[in-house]
């Protein structure tokens, strides 16, 4: 068992942040980090950052905290099933409809977050992840693959890819979904052909089957 008594407290770690806010509660921004990064998509004057909230007694609960709960008990929603470019028998990869040439959610067939996936799923995660970056990455409007992985909102695995769109420099790095939320819609035909074309590497490369809509 690993030693904890000199691991710092949330309530060590908000005291901490809160001590560098002004009188408004607010932390000053960083001009020297991301504002002044080239691509921030927002320009600084007048920007601020939202006055530091009280510390919470708990994390707020997720959907699917408990298992019971969780939407993978029931069949899959029809709109959602419609969308699925890829699935095995132990996962389903969700195309999603964003202004991104294509994005997607990775989601276990079985309820495990993260963190619990066993041994079995977590070796298959890593290959995945490999084999639907390689795959985004060959899109001719993709210039790379980004991965991310929150899990505020829900307690099942639910990790995300995007292809960031190629030759774009101001949306390369982190900025990437704030860049996207102010983007024009892609058309569904070119969504749909893009994570076709993914799916149709994966099944060639790892086995399953898909896009649903083919």
Not at 23 to 48: C, K, N, S, T
Not at 192 to 203: D, E, K, P
Request: net charge negative; with cysteine.
């Amino acid at each position: 068992m690993s030693d904890t008594h000199q691991l710092e407290t949330a309530e060590e770690f908000h005291a901490r942040v809160a001590a560098a806010t002004d009188d408004e509660g607010r932390l000053p921004v960083a001009i020297e980090a991301m504002p002044g990064w080239d691509i921030f998509p927002f320009e600084l004057e007048g920007l601020l950052i939202k006055p530091l909230e009280p510390l919470l007694d708990a994390e707020p609960p997720r959907e699917g905290e408990d298992p019971a709960d969780c939407s993978c008990q029931s069949p899959m929603p029809a709109e959602r099933a419609a969308r699925v470019a890829w699935s095995n028998e132990r996962w389903a990869l969700v195309a999603l409809d964003m202004k991104l040439p294509v994005s997607f959610i990775l989601r276990p067939v079985e309820h495990f977050d993260i963190a619990d996936l066993p041994d079995d799923l977590a070796a298959e995660l890593g290959v995945l992840m490999v084999r639907i970056a390689a795959a985004v990455e060959e899109l001719p409007s993709v210039g790379r693959c980004h991965i991310g992985r929150y899990g505020d909102g829900g307690a099942h695995a639910h990790p995300f890819f995007f292809g960031r769109p190629a030759r774009m420099p101001q949306l390369r790095g982190s900025c990437l979904l704030d860049w996207e939320e102010n983007l024009p819609p892609v058309p569904p035909e070119v969504l749909r052909a893009n994570a076709a074309y993914v799916a149709g590497r994966l099944v060639e490369r790892v086995g399953g089957s898909g896009p649903a809509w083919g």
